[in-house]
């Protein structure tokens, strides 16, 4: 079992930064990939950002490529999201995951959540 603590959620004006973290617990050393995923009220889940443990290669969606960066300690309990030029289309419950499985980075294959944390850019 992983369990998986978000933090660094808030308000910022767009144009600002803010930095998420996620912190891991448990049983992660089968961990195949993490990252983190948001969902704005009404709109699906979009993957956001993920790093593969095997070499720490990386994969961003397209409206943030550019703009955050994802990051992994190398102890594999600290995951890291740098955000940039932040815009409202940013808003948004942001959410670490982690998986161990071939489709690792898909969502519906992705093994643990956290609860999430809340992002609100303001205009």
């Known amino acids: 079992q992983v369990q998986l603590v978000e933090s660094g959620g808030g308000s910022v004006q767009a144009g600002g930064s803010l930095t998420l973290s996620c912190a891991a617990s448990g049983h992660t050393g089968s961990d195949r990939c993490m990252g983190w995923f948001r969902q704005a009220p009404g709109k699906e889940r979009e993957r956001v950002a993920i790093?593969?443990?095997?070499?720490?290669?990386?994969r961003y969606g397209d409206s943030v490529k550019g703009r955050f960066a994802i990051s992994l300690d190398n102890t594999m309990t600290t995951v890291s999201l740098q955000m940039n030029s932040l815009n409202a289309e940013d808003t948004g419950t942001y959410y670490c995951?982690?998986?161990?499985?071939?489709?690792?980075?898909?969502?519906?294959?992705?093994?643990?959540w956290g609860k999430g944390t809340l992002v609100t850019i303001s205009s």
């Open positions: 995951a982690a998986g161990n499985g071939v489709w690792c980075g898909w969502g519906y294959a992705m093994d643990y």
């Open positions: 790093i593969y443990t095997d070499g720490r290669s990386t």
